[in-house]
C-alpha cells in the first residue's frame, strides 16, 4: 500500500518536472490526456463535416466499396453516421476499459492516459471499418443514435443546472455571504438584463407577421418559464434567491433562440434563416463556432462527474485520479452521436445545405423539449428538499 501510495507521489511530481512532450510519451498526465482526446473527437467531427459536404471527389473511390452502393450510401447524411459510429465505438471501448479507476497508478489509469501510438491506430482503423458495413446496420445506428444523443443532452442539461446550484450555495454559504452579496446581485441583475432583451430581440427578429403563433407561443412560453422559475425560487420555503433563476433563464432563452434559428430557411417567420440562405463569411463562422461548441460542451460535461456522485469524497487521496475516466468517455461516446444529429438535422433521411448545422423542423423540437425538461429538472432540484422534509416530519415516530 506503501509503495503504491508513493508511486502516486513520484508520477505526481513528474508532471510538474516533465516536458508535456515527455507526459505526452511517457503517458503520465492524465489532465493532458484529456485535452488529446478532445483534440481526436475534435477531428471526428471535422472529417464528418467533410464527408457531408465535400465528399463528391471521393465518389469514384467510394463506388468500389459494394457497401456504398454506387458511393452513395456512403456520403451525405450516410458518411456523417459511418464516421460518428467508428467515434462512438473508440470512446465506448475506453469507457468498457477504464470505468471505476480510482487510482493514478495501475493498468487502466496507464492505458487513459499514455499508449497513444496504439490508441490513435485504434481510432483510425475504428473509423475506416464502418465504410465496409451494409447500410442497413447504418441505418439502423442512425436509430440509435437518436435515443444516444439524447442521453447526451440530458447529462449536459444536469450539469448545467448543478453548476449554477453549486455557484448559488457558494455564494449564499456563511463564508462568502457578506463578500458576494454586491456581486450576486450584479450577475443576477445582468442576467434578467440580458433574458428581457432577449425576449424582445427573438419578438422584433422572429414573430414579423401576427401569424407567426408557432414561434410566439415559444417565446411568449420561455417568458412564463423565466417567471414561474423565479416565483418558486423566492418562495418562503425555498429561498434560493435571485441568482439561480436568472442563470437558468439565460440558458432556457439560449435554447429557444437556438430553437427557432434551427427552423428551415424558407419559412416566413424566420427571416434570419432567409437572410442566411448563401453562403458568407458570417455563416462559415457561425458553423465553425457551433462546431468548437460541440467539442467544448462534450469536454467540459466529461470532467464534470462529481456531479452524478450520490457520495462526494470531500479530502481525495494524493493518488486519487482528478476526474472520472469512465464517464469522461461515456460523455465523448454520447456526444459522438450527437454531433452526427446536429449534422443531419436529427433525421437520418435529411438533406442539409453545407455550411449548416442542427436545421430542421426535428432540430427545433429536440431543442425545444429539451428547454421544458431544464426547467422541469430544475424545479425538481428546488422543490425536492422541501418536500421530502415535509415527508420525513409527517412519519410517525
Not at 459536404?53 to 452502393?69: G, I, P, V, W
Not at 487521496?317 to 461516446?333: K, L, Q, W
Amino acid at each position: 500500500m506503501e509503495s503504491g501510495t508513493g508511486a502516486g507521489i513520484q508520477r505526481r511530481a513528474i508532471f510538474k518536472e516533465d516536458s508535456w512532450f515527455s507526459q505526452f510519451r511517457n503517458g503520465s498526465n492524465p489532465w493532458m490526456a484529456r485535452y488529446v482526446y478532445a483534440l481526436i473527437f475534435l477531428v471526428a467531427n471535422l472529417l464528418a463535416w467533410v464527408v457531408r459536404d465535400y465528399s463528391s471527389a471521393a465518389l469514384t473511390e467510394m463506388e468500389k466499396l459494394k457497401n456504398c452502393q454506387g458511393g452513395h450510401h456512403c456520403l451525405g447524411a450516410q458518411g456523417v453516421l459511418r464516421v460518428s459510429l467508428g467515434c462512438f465505438v473508440f470512446y465506448i471501448i475506453m469507457f468498457l476499459l477504464t470505468a471505476g479507476t480510482s487510482k493514478l497508478h495501475g493498468t487502466r489509469d496507464l492505458w487513459h492516459s499514455g499508449w497513444w501510438s496504439a490508441k490513435i491506430v485504434l481510432w483510425i482503423a475504428l473509423t475506416i471499418i464502418p465504410f465496409l458495413l451494409p447500410s442497413s446496420f447504418i441505418q439502423l445506428y442512425g436509430e440509435i443514435a437518436h435515443f444516444g444523443a439524447g442521453v447526451f443532452l440530458l447529462i449536459q442539461l444536469i450539469s448545467v443546472i448543478s453548476f449554477i446550484t453549486w455557484l448559488n450555495d457558494c455564494c449564499l454559504s456563511e463564508k462568502n455571504a457578506e463578500r458576494c452579496h454586491i456581486h450576486v446581485m450584479l450577475i443576477a441583475t445582468v442576467a434578467y438584463i440580458i433574458c428581457i432583451v432577449g425576449i424582445i430581440m427573438m419578438y422584433i427578429w422572429y414573430t414579423p407577421d401576427p401569424t407567426c403563433l408557432l414561434n410566439i407561443f415559444f417565446i411568449t412560453w420561455t417568458l412564463v418559464l423565466l417567471q414561474l422559475m423565479t416565483s418558486v425560487s423566492l418562495h418562503p420555503k425555498i429561498n434560493s434567491g435571485f441568482l439561480t433563476p436568472g442563470l437558468m433563464g439565460l440558458y432556457i432563452i439560449f435554447l429557444c433562440w437556438c430553437a427557432i434559428r434551427s427552423e428551415p430557411a424558407g419559412e416566413t417567420c424566420n427571416r434570419k434563416a432567409e437572410a442566411s440562405n448563401k453562403t458568407d463569411w458570417l455563416t462559415i463562422i457561425s458553423f465553425v463556432v457551433a462546431l468548437l461548441a460541440i467539442v467544448i460542451a462534450t469536454f467540459s460535461t466529461g470532467i464534470d462527474s462529481q456531479c452524478f456522485q450520490l457520495r462526494k469524497s470531500e479530502s481525495p487521496a494524493e493518488d486519487d485520479v482528478p476526474y472520472g475516466y469512465g464517464f469522461f468517455h461515456f460523455v465523448f461516446a454520447t456526444g459522438a452521436m450527437y454531433f452526427a444529429m446536429l449534422l443531419i438535422g436529427w433525421n437520418t433521411h435529411h438533406t442539409i445545405r453545407k455550411w449548416t448545422i442542427d436545421v430542421g423542423w426535428t432540430s427545433t423540437w429536440v431543442r425545444i423539449v429539451n428547454e421544458w425538461l431544464a426547467v422541469c429538472v430544475y424545479l425538481w432540484m428546488l422543490v425536492a428538499p422541501v418536500i421530502l422534509k415535509s415527508s420525513r416530519a409527517a412519519e410517525p415516530v
